[in-house]
């Protein structure tokens, strides 16, 4: 039996049609049944649903040999005991560095004076500021980071923007990207090797789904 761990909402829904190109089909909807494991149309294949957080390390245990998750969340846990074989390119988005309107973002970084930014992002904010030589205090959010500098709490922000609206919504412009992000296909490293016969005809068949 191989598992692929998925998180329920926009990944779950964005990989659907990407396994029903590939034959795959789940035998039930997490958001009806409420089940965490589930069946699919291969009779060696389940589906277990975690928390998108939690994907990577479920697949870098070996407790599901496949996931599919955000480069985002890549980036916060790191990609040891994992490989990453493919771009799913669904859940496109980019993680942004936005102020509200207005804050002149460019001559603070001119100046070399300290910013504080709010994100839940902050291993891949470190590395971003760290790179562009910008001094910054990082605070951990979990949530709702477009609150942060509304409220007093952070001078800006690095948070995943999709659309534009929720920025444009709280007043905030985005001055930066630190990453275009998409959804990956993770598998453990051991697990590609010992099960590489099991493995890797999935796989191909994913990749023939992404870019038929
Ligand atoms: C993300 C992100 C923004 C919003 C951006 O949140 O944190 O709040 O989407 O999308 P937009 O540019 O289309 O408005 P999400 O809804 O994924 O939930 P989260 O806050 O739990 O991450």
Redesign the pocket.
């Known amino acids: 039996m191989l598992t692929l761990a998925l998180s329920k909402g926009?990944i779950y829904e964005e990989t659907l049609p990407l396994l029903a190109r590939a034959g795959i089909a789940p035998a039930e909807d997490p958001e009806l049944s409420r089940k965490l494991i589930i069946g699919t149309s291969e009779p060696n294949l389940r589906i277990v649903i975690v928390r998108a957080a939690d994907v990577p390390t479920y697949v870098q245990y070996g407790a599901a040999e496949l996931g599919v998750t955000g480069k985002d969340v890549l980036m916060e846990h790191g990609t040891q005991g994992l490989a990453v074989p493919l771009d799913l390119a669904i859940g496109r988005?980019r993680l942004c560095v936005a102020v509200p309107a207005g804050f002149d973002y460019a001559s603070v970084v001119r100046r070399g004076a300290r910013l504080r930014v709010a994100t839940k992002y902050v291993q891949a904010a470190r590395e971003h500021f760290a790179s562009k030589g910008v001094h910054v205090d990082l605070i951990k959010l979990y949530?709702?980071?477009?609150l942060a500098p509304l409220a007093g709490l952070a001078d800006a922000i690095v948070?995943?923007?999709?659309?534009?609206?929720?920025?444009r919504a709280n007043r905030l412009v985005e001055v930066e990207e630190v990453a275009p992000i998409t959804s990956r296909l993770i598998v453990n490293q051991a697990a590609l090797k010992t099960r590489r016969e099991e493995l890797m005809p999935l796989i191909d068949r994913l990749e023939q789904a992404v870019a038929p």
């Open positions: 926009r988005c949530g709702s980071m477009e948070d995943l923007v999709s659309s534009g609206g929720t920025l």
